[in-house]
């Protein structure tokens, strides 16, 4: 079941562009190569989220905000939305902020790559940037300033607090990755941003298999080179934030994820973002400690817009035993 | 003097400074510098082998000396340095 299914059984009444369709349910592919010295009963799989329209994982809680406050008059009366992004729930907003007709102003660090900052002023959004020295935390409290100065203008979206980021992975990456895996998701794999990913998906999946587990991972330390990903104990905490399920995260670090952001592409042809190479680390330091199981995470964007970073993409890497042939 | 600005992850092993004043004709100088005054962030920002991390960035007024001559990149009196985070960096808060 897609968001928009959900959407339209309970209200048929919402105008919808047809992009929204095309949110979620995206492939769950199996890693290969990467999972050649883990225990034969143990698989490992990833939701390949670039495949959603704004081209990440965003796409989902994005989607969900803006339906709800379209739902609830926030929306569709005038007013901009507004929130703090690091990129990818930008591009995912001013995407069908674009769609729908509903103007978008962003709160970005000036540091965003090049990339993310040409996608968001292609697809019209206005963006504030903010001191680069303060990261995503500094962007965070510049949308809480202008939202109180201009209640008239704005519609804050405040994705680290509200419900329906977590609520479009109950709703919808949950549902997905139990029927991808015929119930058989015996570990679930997620990193900490706004903690939304974990938080939903978490939730629906212990709710319909109670002996799940669900392992949520965050950068090593508080100066770190994993995009979207945020160090809770140095962080602005999300009010969405669940402590109780987290427990403890596992802890990546930037160069064990740029490693494997390598390994992917040239291993499994997965050409993915640097969160992405972190979720995979976790995952399989998770899945090497299992006899059996089926460990599932979420790859939340591709690798085009770290293409700036060179040094990143020409690291040497080469499989150390050639693989060839099986399934693509 | 060169003025090196901390982000704010950073500020935790500089005594909560944002800025640092420190000496030296190049990047590398004025890394070894704060690394001097303040031991405790140089595995942050330097690697086992001593390369500077891949995602440390420095910017020279509006350059990132990734586009420069890296760590050789020559700085002169009054130019300010920034050491900027990734872009999800926390706010000790």
Same mark, same amino acid.
């Given at each position: ?8 059984? $309970? ?8 992009l ?5 349910? /995206? ?14 009963? /143990? ?5 390949? $989220?670039?495949? *959603? ?7 989902r809680?994005?989607? *969900? ?26 591009i ?25 900052i040409?996608?968001l ?11 680069p ?27 680290? *607090? ?19 895996? *015929? ?46 990903l ?12 669940? #402590? ?9 670090r ?10 992917l592409?040239? $291993?499994? %042809? ?18 090497? #400690? ?24 020409e ?9 060839? %042939?099986?399934?693509? | ?10 500020? /935790? ?5 944002? $800025?640092?004043?420190? %000496?030296?004709?190049?990047?590398s ?5 704060l690394?001097?005054q ?9 690697n #086992? ?12 007024? #509006?350059?990132?000396i990734k586009?420069?001559?890296g ?11 920034m050491?900027?985070?990734?872009i999800?960096?926390g706010?000790?808060?």
């Open positions: 079941m897609t968001l928009l299914d959900f959407r339209l059984t $309970e209200s048929n009444t919402i105008p919808l562009d047809s929204a369709f095309h949110v979620g349910d /995206t492939p769950l592919l199996p890693l290969r190569r990467l999972s050649r010295s883990l225990s034969p009963r /143990t698989r490992v799989f990833v939701k390949a $989220e670039w495949f *959603n329209p704004g081209g990440s994982v965003k796409d809680p994005a989607l *969900n905000i803006i339906q709800n406050a379209i739902l609830h008059g926030d929306l569709g009366n005038g007013k901009r939305l507004l929130d703090s992004t690091s990129g990818n729930m930008g995912s907003y001013a995407t069908f902020g674009a769609a729908l007709g509903i103007p978008v102003t962003l709160a970005v660090p000036a540091s965003a790559s090049s990339e993310r040409s996608i002023k292609a697809l019209g959004a206005e963006l504030i940037l903010t001191d020295l303060e990261g995503s935390d500094g962007a965070i409290l510049k949308a809480r300033e202008l939202a109180a100065e201009r209640p008239d203008l704005y519609w804050y979206a405040n994705q680290y *607090n509200n419900d329906a980021n977590w609520q479009a992975h109950y709703l919808s990456t949950g549902p997905e990755i139990i029927r991808q895996t *015929n119930g058989q998701v015996t570990h679930f794999v997620a990193g900490l941003g706004t903690s939304g990913t974990f938080t939903g998906t978490s939730r629906y999946l212990l709710e319909q298999l109670p002996d799940v587990n669900v392992i949520a991972f965050q950068p090593d330390a508080p100066f770190h080179g994993l995009e979207g945020k160090h809770m104990p140095s962080a602005i905490k999300p009010g969405i934030y669940d #402590e109780s399920m987290v427990g403890t995260p596992l802890e990546v930037t160069e064990a994820a740029h490693e494997m952001v390598i390994r592409a040239r $291993e499994e %042809g997965l050409f993915v973002g640097i969160s992405s190479g972190a979720a995979v680390v976790a995952a399989l330091q998770v899945a090497s #400690e299992l006899d059996e199981g089926v460990v599932v995470t979420v790859l939340p964007d591709a690798g085009y817009k770290y293409l700036s970073d060179k040094k990143l993409w690291q040497d890497w080469s499989p150390t035993s050639p693989d060839v %042939g099986g399934d693509v | 003097m060169t003025t090196l600005r901390i982000p704010t992850p950073l500020r /935790t092993y500089t005594g909560g400074k944002s $800025e640092v004043t420190v %000496g030296g004709v190049k990047i100088d004025a890394l070894n510098d690394t001097t303040f031991p405790a962030i140089k595995p942050h920002l330097f #086992e082998s001593g390369e500077l991390r891949p995602f440390v960035n420095l910017f020279v007024g #509006e350059h990132n586009d420069l001559q760590v050789d990149t020559p700085i002169k009196d009054g130019d300010k340095v050491l900027i985070p990734s999800a960096g706010r000790t808060s």
